[in-house]
């Protein structure tokens, strides 16, 4: 069973229970972990940090971003693996009831809701910063605090409907923007440097340590906007604590190779990052003036390695198999593939040419073009390859995962 891991948002008090290492929320601070420090040349590290920490900024949404306590219930509540709820637990169903929880003569303020800061990364000298989707919350409009102590007002400008980004726009001119490493060329052991505002309270915070590991899948408590599971994220032992979502993960050439998203609550030494080649697509479209959107197929598959292949006796070793859970048609209807002629059990061996394997999965080989390109996708049905052409369409902003 997957361990769930923690990305602290604020959307309800689940979040508050469950989310632990991104954002910190106002009055309410995670514990934070150890980190594990790598002992590397301290010149090239001091160097990485005095270069890099102008381009990291504080990021503070406001009071409502991430809702109220409406509707809400014990069951409601997503709790780590194995935690559990006092006996005869009970909270307020909304804002009202909570009140009558206060003392006698203490009122909540008028337009009361939570908010909450995290950090955030310039990535363009014309002011756009890229952060989390769970530190923007719902909020339209956002507070940005440079490294310099300027204050300048954001408006986010898209949130991803595939990770946990969001990308924010400042009006201002030669920003210190970071320079886009290639997440792709990582390897394990190499030099990681987080830099951000941990607990809310302690800007352009630097931790140093080592890409631990790569390609890791998670799932996480909360209301990302992509769903509750993360994929090919970087994992590292540089201290990530709350108030760092949004951050940055730096290489040893200060090259930005990753934004710092989450860490494993209690674990020290776990915490993970998206790896920043998949944003660069959504980063383009937004310097671009146009809408950030992802390309979209519409199957559910299972990756296709040498253990899975025998024990449903497939035909090859790699690929992705179109295969739902339950009597659930991992085809979607009136979807892409649905369109081009995919069906239940068919194996998805190659994109445009290029091999669906562990190296080249299909979901990051779809990410290699825009909604509304022509792709080939090779199929093997029935012992028969077949070559099909589908039109990617557009990732629905609710689909889940």
Do not use: C
Not at 16 to 28: K, M, Q, R
Not at 258 to 279: M, R, S, V
Not at 340 to 352: E, K, N, P, R, Y
């Amino acid at each position: 069973m997957d361990t769930p891991v923690q990305t602290l948002t604020t959307r309800r008090p689940r979040t508050t229970l469950a989310l632990a290492g991104a954002l910190s929320l106002g009055g309410l601070v995670a514990v934070p972990g150890l980190a594990l420090a790598a002992q590397g040349d301290n010149d090239v590290v001091i160097d990485v940090i005095e270069t890099a920490s102008p381009s990291v900024v504080t990021i503070q949404a406001p009071a409502g971003s991430f809702g109220d306590l409406d509707g809400l219930t014990p069951g409601d509540i997503e709790l780590p693996e194995g935690g559990q709820l006092p006996e005869g637990f009970e909270m307020p169903e909304g804002l009202g009831d909570l009140q009558e929880l206060l003392p006698e003569g203490f009122d909540l303020p008028e337009g009361f809701g939570f908010g909450g800061t995290g950090s955030g990364v310039i990535v363009d000298t014309s002011g756009l910063i890229i952060t989390n989707g769970h530190v923007v919350g719902n909020a339209g409009e956002v507070t940005v605090v440079l490294d310099d102590g300027s204050v300048l007002d954001g408006e986010v400008v898209g949130v991803d409907t595939l990770t946990d980004f969001a990308l924010v726009q400042v009006e201002a001119a030669d920003l210190p923007a970071v320079t886009l490493g290639e997440s792709s060329d990582l390897r394990v052991g190499q030099l990681a440097i987080s830099i951000g505002n941990p607990l809310g309270r302690f800007p352009s915070s630097a931790a140093v340590g080592i890409v631990s590991g790569l390609d890791r899948s998670i799932n996480v408590f909360g209301d990302s906007p992509s769903g509750n599971r993360l994929n090919h994220l970087i994992q590292t032992d540089a201290a990530i604590n709350s108030g760092n979502s949004g951050g940055a993960l730096f290489d040893g050439d200060g090259e930005l190779i990753g934004i710092t998203t989450a860490e494993a609550g209690l674990n020290d030494g776990i915490g993970f990052a998206l790896p920043i080649d998949l944003a660069k697509p959504i980063i383009d479209q937004a310097l671009a003036g146009e809408a950030i959107s992802r390309p979209y197929v519409g199957v559910i598959y299972t990756e296709i390695n040498a253990q899975l292949a025998e024990e449903e006796s497939l035909p090859v070793t790699t690929g992705a198999w179109i295969s739902g859970r339950g009597d659930q048609d991992p085809v979607v209807a009136g979807s892409p593939a649905d369109e081009a002629g995919l069906q239940s059990g068919d194996i998805i061996t190659a994109v445009d040419g290029l091999e669906v394997d562990r190296t080249n999965p299909l979901d990051l080989q779809v990410l290699r073009f825009a909604p509304g390109e022509p792709v080939t996708l090779d199929v093997l049905r029935n012992g028969v390859t077949l070559e099909l052409e589908a039109t990617l369409g557009t990732r629905p902003a609710d689909l889940n995962g």
